[in-house]
């Protein structure tokens, strides 16, 4: 069964104080892995992709990295304005465009 | 940008009411998607769209029905609404092979 399992469920960070937020994967096989940011009220806000092993997109402070299980979003020197949930979510190459997400990681950057 | 608009940001309906959320996306997309949002449970699909008047069922359709007359609009409709449908709903769109764009969501209470 296709699955995505995010970790922490929460991370609590001091501001400056990089860190890795985890995206585990199993699916059949994949099309694209995708990173979203999402504020409380809101809708999640587009952010990477990621198609095969080895990539690496960069976005300010966020880096995504892809591996043949799994992605990390690496946050480096964070700021308070960093704070959101960040879903991943995977497709995979059935030819639909279905996605499955992840239950997310709650951030916090404390001042 | 892409803009994608939700009808309404909340929405409080009773137990048996016919309850309507409405889509709207400015850029032309062929895909649509309806997602609802629940704590610890993620992002669940319930009905998505690949071009005007085609709908599939996602994981989670029983209860839903959808309808899309226009590229622009798609509709997600509630039969008879029951507490349990209480929700975040999102509305995303795409192109193909493109990633998905959400509204901000319409927060839904069912008494």
């Known amino acids: 069964e296709d699955q995505v399992t995010q970790s922490p469920e929460a991370l609590r960070l001091q501001e400056g104080e990089s860190s890795s937020l985890n995206c585990s994967y199993t699916v059949s096989g994949l099309r694209g892995l995708f990173w979203y940011r999402q504020d409380p009220g809101k809708g999640p806000e587009f952010l990477f992709t990621l198609y095969s092993a080895g990539e690496e997109k960069e976005k300010e402070r966020l880096k995504a990295t892809l591996t043949k299980k799994e992605s990390f979003l690496h946050i480096t020197a964070p700021k308070p304005e960093d704070s959101a949930t960040y879903l991943c979510a995977v497709s995979h190459t059935s030819g639909t465009y279905k996605y499955i997400f992840g239950t997310g990681t709650r951030l916090k950057v404390l001042a | 940008d892409v803009k994608v608009t939700q009808s309404s940001r909340y929405l409080v309906k009773r137990t048996g009411e016919k309850v309507f959320l409405e889509c709207v996306q400015d850029m032309d997309h062929e895909n649509m998607f309806w997602y609802r949002q629940d704590p610890g449970l993620g992002l669940r699909l319930i009905y998505f769209?690949?071009?005007?008047?085609?709908?599939e069922k996602g994981d989670i359709p029983e209860g839903y029905s959808v309808s899309r007359e226009k590229k622009e609009r798609f509709s997600l409709i509630l039969e008879s609404a029951s507490t349990n449908q209480t929700s975040m709903y999102l509305c995303a769109s795409s192109s193909p092979d493109q990633p998905q764009h959400f509204g901000d969501g319409t927060r839904l209470s069912i008494l």
């Open positions: 769209s690949y071009d005007v008047k085609m709908k």
